[in-house]
């Protein structure tokens, strides 16, 4: 018998998951330190519609004494009717927690006839839950951060309970519990908690208790726990939101991590402020070369007044700085988001945010990805308690029908159906921007061959991998081949081992060659008789010599002198290299 089961669900949005698609990290470290607690626990993370489909089968084969349900911004009401359906089909105690949970009222426990509703960090106070109501130790009214009905029709709220001081004295999380883990290519890891921030849209630095940070020998035992149990895994995620808080921290992570990577191939991923790499240059260099993938950069906004009145403690020449160096330094993927809809939102301030990305985007051609998203008004931010002071309107009464896909606010000089157009154009713009600087020759193929290696070799893909290189069919095929080792470039191969290698297209002839009367064409270019014979003969299964002789004995006639011929050939297997229509293999 299961003593709980925990669930994280929320709505699949256009056949793509939602958020289910993310790794949660809660749910997965409440079930390590419950079962170290002697408590008996299965988790699911899904769509809201697999739920009840998986309760029962879980009550029909093992059993369960209490459900517990992560509850957030995006999935409170399809949380609130889950806890119902549970209630209604088990009548046994339920419990909800997450982000959501300080702002869930009398209405929420009304409607989901929830038990209790766990406040902050929720690792013992969930275990002080579960021996209330499994083995009858303390009361409810004795559990700290709490809040519970105590069968009245008015809620009774516990004193907060403080933040976990040591973090390193909770267990790591246990993935193995995730259904799909197998198939997972890479696993996330906190550094942190809190965030010494007060940024007026979010909702972690008012509520965190200050920032506290597990040690680094803590840290790295983990990643190490994790790629033991998860020996597919290519990549490490830090979720903190301030990862680069603490800099000296951050480089001897990174240092560790360096030493990590001698036994393990892996790359890794974290979140980024702009102001602690600002003052700290070298630092982005230091993690470079510890394998960094990518970095993500809170820049927010393109106007200095408006990163003020959010409390960012930047400014527009700090986040051009940063990406600067963050392209010097040589990090692969550079990205970052603009907030649409909120303080001074208006056309001038739009232009200023796609002049800004314009720019850093044109400082790492390839490598660096902006896009813009609508401000959402979270319960807790300085914004959602006061925003006549950001001179906003709050359309909360959309809140239960948004996926953050449509504006919760607008502002007298910006209504909600042209901050929706905005953000539109905004995102069609970069797109187009990103099209351009591709066809323009702008993004070097080194730049090229890094995001397919990173895509191939670690199943990390970027934006420009999705959106704009793989359109190209040749390229596409071009670089995955590279990239999977299965071609390399004539540049890599000795001179006079050329002919022993097979040159091999990287396209299928039916459907990329296009054919007028007599002539054949590849993407409009027209291929004389000499390339044509020789785009046919790339296929793989003969040495270059083998190629040579045979195209040689062909056009005899046509090219009677050996060094014309030779000249000839050399000029059409360079053009198609230069085009990435073939590349080498060895068999």
């Known amino acids: 018998m299961n003593d709980i089961i925990l669930i994280n669900a929320h709505q699949n949005v256009l056949g793509v998951g939602g958020q289910t698609l993310s790794i949660n990290i809660g749910l997965s470290l409440l079930a390590a330190l419950i079962k170290k607690n002697g408590f008996r626990v299965r988790i699911l993370r899904s769509c809201t519609h697999q739920v009840m489909e998986w309760a029962e089968s879980v009550m029909r084969e093992e059993g369960f004494r209490c459900a517990g349900f992560y509850c957030d911004s995006e999935n409170y009401i399809h949380v609130r009717h889950l806890i119902k359906k549970v209630k209604d089909r088990w009548n046994i105690p339920v419990f909800a927690g997450g982000p959501q949970a300080y702002f869930l009222d009398e209405e929420f426990f009304k409607k989901s006839g929830c038990d209790a509703v766990v406040r902050g960090e929720a690792e013992y106070t969930l275990l002080e839950l579960l021996r209330h109501y499994i083995t009858g130790e303390k009361e409810l009214s004795q559990i700290a951060g709490i809040t519970f009905s105590g069968g009245s029709a008015t809620l009774i709220k516990n004193p907060d309970r403080p933040p976990i001081a040591d973090l390193d004295s909770l267990p790591f999380p246990d993935y193995l519990m995730e259904k799909s883990h197998p198939q997972w290519s890479g696993f996330p890891v906190m550094t942190g908690r809190g965030c010494p921030y007060r940024c007026a849209f979010c909702y972690e630095g008012g509520m965190s208790g200050g920032i506290r940070f597990r040690s680094v020998a803590n840290v790295i035992d983990e990643i190490r726990y994790h790629f033991d149990r998860h020996p597919k895994s290519r990549y490490v995620f830090f979720s903190d939101d301030t990862f680069t808080t603490d800099p000296r921290r951050v480089e001897a992570i990174s240092i560790e991590l360096a030493k990590l990577r001698k036994e393990k191939d892996f790359i890794w991923y974290c979140l980024g402020h702009v102001r602690p790499l600002y003052k700290n240059p070298e630092l982005l260099k230091i993690m470079a070369e510890s394998g960094l993938g990518k970095i993500f950069l809170g820049i927010e906004s393109g106007n200095d007044d408006i990163l003020k009145k959010y409390g960012k403690l930047t400014d527009v020449n700090m986040i051009e700085s940063v990406v600067n160096n963050a392209v010097e330094a040589g990090v692969p993927q550079i990205s970052g988001n603009i907030i649409m809809g909120g303080y001074m939102s208006c056309v001038e301030s739009h232009k200023k945010d796609l002049d800004l990305a314009e720019r850093l985007m044109r400082m790492g051609p390839g490598k660096v990805e902006i896009g813009a998203s609508f401000l959402v008004p979270y319960q807790g931010t300085a914004i959602r308690r006061d925003p006549e002071s950001f001179g906003l309107r709050l359309l909360l009464e959309r809140e239960e029908h948004s996926l953050t896909d449509i504006p919760l606010t607008e502002t007298v000089n910006m209504p909600w159906e042209r901050l929706n157009a905005a953000v539109l154009d905004f995102n069609k713009r970069i797109y187009s921007l990103m099209k351009k600087m591709y ?45 999977s080792n299965f071609i390399t470039g004539s540049a890599d191969i000795a001179q006079e081992e050329i002919g022993s290698w097979r040159p091999l297209r990287v396209f299928d002839i039916c459907g990329t060659l296009e054919y007028k009367g007599q002539e054949a064409f590849i993407n409009g270019l027209k291929l004389s008789e000499l390339e044509y014979d020789l785009i046919l003969r790339c296929s793989g299964k003969c040495r270059c010599s083998d190629v040579y002789r045979a195209a040689r004995e062909k056009f005899m006639a046509a090219v009677p002198g050996e060094i014309e011929f030779a000249s000839a050939f050399e000029a059409a297997m360079k053009k198609f290299e230069d085009f990435r229509w073939i590349g080498y293999s060895r068999f």
């Open 439 to 483: 066809l323009n020759g702008e993004v070097s193929r080194n730049t090229i061959r890094q995001h397919y290696n990173m895509a191939i070799k670690y199943n990390f893909y970027s934006g420009w991998v999705m959106r704009i290189f793989s359109a190209d069919t040749i390229i596409d095929g071009y670089y995955k081949l590279l990239a």
